[in-house]
């Protein structure tokens, strides 16, 4: 027939997907196939993911598919399991919001200045960073025994086909990428102590990744061969493929549990005036840059809401909505929000701490941190613009948060910027879409872009309101 099935395996910080995509001649949809919890666990020795659970869902996923003609899987950035000289796991990838990064990167800058570590390898701070991860790990007896290092989509491609690579949109995040080779950094690593001959091969979009395993076919009922295809791994990086821009110049925000705000470009931006303002450079699609920035995102709702006991979700944000507006903001890029748990206490003390009015009920707090992620957005997406010296007429928000109308009609009005929100599953179509071009279904990434806003619902939020009120709210963090 002339429509083909692709699976897409994405995983998120809070739960694992697996989706069915039907690509045709002028036509895309998106299924469900299978939904599961990921629910990391805190072991003796910090923060771990449940791996064997998550490779389990992906399992009861790909046999509620059915058939398909190719498997392709995202996931979170910078994480990655270990393998001993006899491909064996050695122990339970570690979490990036464990506690064993702190205070590593000023280690790290002792050996590499923070500002050469960025000319080189084009990436923001974030202490969660494979580079710091790794350095962080170096006395341990985990790396001492491990011959191989996988990135997680790459370990459950791994474990799926045998077959062992490193995907470049994933492997831009480990901060051991120079953007402009697209290629190794294998200076900053020689100096930092950091084997890269942990790492498999690179690969990229579009190219095999091998075929399930006969143990796989059998436990998953599917008939071979099955081949799983490279797609833009980190989910970021598939999201950004979906982004329904057609014509306009325009700036993304791919939400969920994070925010990624900023841009696509031919080149990286490696200025001392981007590394101060902390945006990174990771890889996209087709040799594009993803400069942007990482915003707390939902997260800080979500660690509320699980306080609160779970209460009803579109009730909490219709009471946020008649809440007034702009009373207090946190600045929801800071690295403090990054470790789980009391979030509503944090939240309140960051209130304090900057002398405004300290929100007290949960309709009060979800307020603050929706207009404290709007702020956010306006000043990522300003000053992308300004730092990329590439301005844009449109926002296009995808992911998860395209669910909250109330977030995205406070970042319209934030930006200044019209808003166009859609799709929801932005990393799974994008997922999809790349294992369809690599199969001759779909050109280019501007086809593949147009085939989502021809066929996937989309919003539009008009900016409403004085932009003044918002830069006021700005200056309370900024004191500028
Ligand atoms: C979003 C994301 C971000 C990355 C963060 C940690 O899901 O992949 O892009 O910075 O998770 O891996």
Do not use: K
């Not at 020689?190 to 091969?201: H, T, Y």
């Not at 890029?333 to 002398?355: E, N, T, W």
Request: include cysteine; charged fraction near 20%.
């Amino acid at each position: 027939t002339a429509v083909h099935t692709y699976a897409a395996v994405d995983l998120g910080a809070s739960s694992g997907r697996v989706m069915v995509g039907r690509v045709g001649p002028g036509s895309l949809d998106l299924t469900e196939a299978h939904r599961f919890p990921n629910r990391p666990v805190r072991v003796p020795e910090g923060l771990r993911w449940d791996i064997l659970a998550l490779y389990a869902g992906v399992l009861d996923g790909l046999r509620a598919a059915g058939r398909v003609d190719s498997v392709g899987i995202d996931s979170w950035a910078v994480d990655h399991g270990l393998l001993d000289a006899d491909g064996a796991l050695l122990g339970n990838p570690v979490h990036y919001r464990d506690a064993r990064t702190e205070g590593i990167a000023e280690q790290v800058w002792a050996n590499v200045p923070a500002a050469e570590l960025y000319a080189a390898t084009g990436l923001q701070y974030a202490p969660f960073n494979t580079l710091y991860q790794l350095t962080a790990a170096r006395s341990s007896a985990q790396l001492a025994h491990a011959e191989r290092l996988l990135l997680v989509p790459d370990l459950l491609t791994y474990w799926l086909t045998g077959e062992a690579g490193t995907e470049l949109t994933n492997a831009s995040t480990t901060q051991l990428i120079d953007p402009r080779t697209r290629d190794w950094s294998y200076d900053i690593a020689r100096r930092l102590g950091i084997d890269l001959g942990l790492f498999a091969p690179l690969r990229r979009p579009g190219d095999p990744a091998g075929v399930l395993r006969p143990e796989v076919l059998a436990e998953t009922g599917l008939t071979g061969p099955v081949p799983v295809t490279t797609v833009g791994s980190h989910d970021t990086a598939s999201a950004v493929a979906a982004v329904p821009a057609v014509r306009e110049r325009f700036a993304y925000i791919c939400t969920g549990t994070w925010s990624l705000a900023g841009l696509e470009l031919d080149a990286p931006v490696l200025t001392e005036a981007s590394r101060l303002a902390n945006f990174t450079n990771e890889l996209g699609l087709d040799d594009t840059v993803r400069y942007l920035r990482n915003i707390m995102g939902l997260w800080l709702l979500q660690e509320c809401v699980r306080e609160w006991g779970d209460p009803d979700l579109p009730q909490l944000l219709s009471a946020a909505a008649e809440q007034p507006p702009l009373r207090s903001v946190v600045d929801a890029g800071d690295a403090a929000f990054l470790a789980p748990g009391r979030m509503p206490q944090r939240i309140a003390d960051a209130c304090r701490a900057s002398d405004q009015p300290v929100p007290d009920s949960p309709a009060g707090i979800t307020r603050c941190i929706l207009d404290s992620l709007a702020l956010a957005h306006r000043r990522a997406v300003a000053e992308a613009q300004s730092l990329a010296d590439h301005p844009v007429d449109v926002v296009h928000i995808v992911g998860g948060g395209t669910r909250n109308a109330l977030l995205c009609q406070l970042t319209a009005d934030a930006c200044g910027l019209p808003v166009v929100a859609g799709p929801a599953e932005a990393a799974a179509l994008g997922n999809v879409l790349v294992q369809a071009r690599a199969g001759g279904l779909v050109g280019d990434r501007a086809a593949m872009r147009e085939l989502v806003a021809r066929t996937q619902p989309l919003a539009r939020y008009e900016p409403r309101g004085d932009p003044a009120r918002w830069q006021a709210a700005e200056a309370r963090l900024t004191g500028r």
